[in-house]
């Protein structure tokens, strides 16, 4: 009796062909991921900059971290409307009764997340060149940028995995990811966490993307990180194992 | 080895409120064409699901080829290939690009030729760099069976292989499961359409609240309609009368 051969990682590769074809077809997908974040940039730059007081010359610098979550966040909200069509559609049903790897699908979305937000985290960068970005980090501090945006950008593909496996309607696989790109408003990411009041400024201090924020903005501008990176980290990686942990329940229930 | 290709015993399966089958059996013979006849929502797709290994039964047992469907689904998924009820096409990506992914998941040598050959038998070749979302029914429909044939799978599950088609698409369906019987591929399918099943099977199997109540060639199934009455023409009973006769007997009891 033959053995039951499993190719995980080429079945992954042609997930992950499939759903990047997905990403390059449809233009919404693109503007929605970087046109808006960078839109979002040139605001704050060139309209509310003036306004706001951070402590440094050079805005653009201090917005980036921040920009690049939200639009990290906001991608992730298509991972979610991906899988969910998957489900609906008999696609997933085909793949399912393939001899392939079980979970080949959806660590094919999952890596499908990694390399569009890895596309729109460097146009967004890029742009902010343009606008006066400058960093005076090294290849060890941008590595360890690309590092945590890495692991965020899986924390959050799982939460979405959870969402557009769970979800009865397109708008519900979608709608989870507002609160998500809502947070950076709340947090450091725009202003100092000082300027704000004690109960607002008790949550945005504590809550993930502050943590995060201030790492990234720290390796950017070659300043010593402190405890920013560890909290960072242990944020991203704790939500993602716990987060990993349901979309995969989720997933086992529905296959 | 053994001939049968599926063996079903004592088939249970129940969603949260529904009983929907309550003790199936039935066998299907290896290289032969199998349709399992049934109205709406009577548990052909829920037959087919389990058996591809979509779905868990809760009673019962069902094997493939010799593999058992809960404790061997990977074997199972070794030999089978399943054309769903609704057509699972990628939308988004070409018709060739389709059927170029399925042949790599498969694992074969030359996808691009295989994708080529089935376009070309399945008169797809015109529309094979289009969007499958630029295709009409049929031929999605078509592309969604050139899908399964990938890799020469030894059972084929067709889920209603004709629903929502217009004749011609249904008779061009037809033609290619004679085909695949006759090179000896065992073919699985279920239809409302009485005619397909006395056109294609080799056996006919009716499924109706959650038992079969018939199991047999179109020669057995005509014997158990009533004796002709006498009338001026002797008419011969179509297999819809048959249907409709044994669920009218089954329900006077
Ligand atoms: N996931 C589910 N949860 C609850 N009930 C279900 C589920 N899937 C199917 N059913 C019910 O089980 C019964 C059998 O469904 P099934 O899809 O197997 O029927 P079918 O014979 O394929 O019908 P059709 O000809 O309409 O395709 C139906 O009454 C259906 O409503
Ligand atoms: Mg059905």
């Known amino acids: ?255 | 080895m053994q001939n049968q290709a599926i063996q079903v015993k004592g088939l249970q399966k129940s969603y949260t409120k529904l009983h929907v089958l309550k003790g199936v059996d039935f066998e299907v013979e290896k290289g032969s064409i199998f349709a399992l006849l049934g109205s709406n929502g009577a548990g052909k797709t829920t037959i087919v699901k389990i058996l591809t290994t979509l779905l868990k039964h809760d009673g019962g047992t069902a094997a493939v080829n010799g593999f058992d469907v809960a404790s061997r689904p990977d074997h199972v998924r070794q030999s089978i290939s399943l054309t769903g009820q609704f057509a699972a096409v990628d939308e988004i990506l070409t018709g060739r690009e389709n059927l170029i992914m399925i042949a790599k998941l498969r694992h074969l040598n030359n996808p691009r030729q295989v994708a080529d050959d089935l376009l070309n038998r399945f008169g797809l070749t015109d529309a094979a760099d289009r969007r499958v979302s630029t295709y009409s029914g049929g031929m999605r429909r078509r592309l969604d069976i050139a899908m399964s044939l990938v890799g020469k799978p030894q059972l084929i599950f067709l889920d209603e292989p004709t629903t929502g088609l217009d004749p011609e698409g249904r008779i061009e369906v037809w033609k290619t499961v004679k085909e695949l019987a006759n090179g000896g591929t065992t073919v699985f399918l279920t239809t409302q359409y009485l005619e397909e099943a006395e056109q294609l099977a080799d056996r006919i199997a009716i499924l109706h609240e959650g038992k079969i109540i018939a199991n047999g060639t179109l020669a057995e199934l005509k014997k158990l309609f009533p004796p002709a009455k006498v009338e001026y023409v002797e008419k011969q009973p179509t297999l819809e009368e048959i249907f409709l006769a044994i669920i009218g007997k089954k329900e006077e009891k």
């Open chain 1, 1 to 255: 009796m033959e053995t039951v051969k499993k190719h995980f990682f080429s079945d992954m590769g042609v997930m992950l062909g499939r759903s990047m074809r997905h990403i390059f077809r449809s233009m919404d997908t693109i503007i929605t991921v970087t046109i808006t974040p960078i839109a979002m940039m040139l605001l704050f730059v060139y309209v509310f900059g003036g306004a706001i007081q951070t402590g440094t010359d050079n805005y653009v610098n201090y917005l980036l971290p921040g920009i690049l979550l939200i639009a990290i966040a906001s991608g992730i909200a298509y991972t979610a409307y991906r899988l969910f069509m998957d489900m609906q559609r008999g696609i997933f049903e085909r793949f399912h009764s393939m001899p392939i790897a079980r979970s080949a699908p959806l660590w094919g979305h999952v890596l499908t997340s990694l390399v569009s937000n890895a596309i729109s985290v460097v146009v967004i960068i890029l742009v902010a060149l343009i606008m006066g970005f400058r960093s005076s980090a090294g290849v060890l501090s941008w590595l360890a940028v690309a590092g945590i945006l890495a692991l965020f950008t899986l924390a959050l593909t799982w939460i979405a995995a959870i969402a557009g496996l769970s979800a009865t309607s397109v708008d519900g696989a979608g709608a989870f990811s507002y609160p998500l790109i809502f947070l950076p408003f709340i947090s450091s990411a725009f202003v100092p966490t000082e300027s704000m009041p004690s109960v607002v400024r008790a949550f945005a201090e504590n809550q993930p993307v502050t943590s995060i924020v201030e790492a990234i903005r720290a390796l950017l501008s070659g300043q010593p990180v402190g405890n920013d990176i560890w909290i960072a980290l242990a944020w991203c990686v704790g939500i993602m194992l716990v987060a990993y942990v349901f979309a995969m329940r989720a997933y086992k229930k529905r296959v």
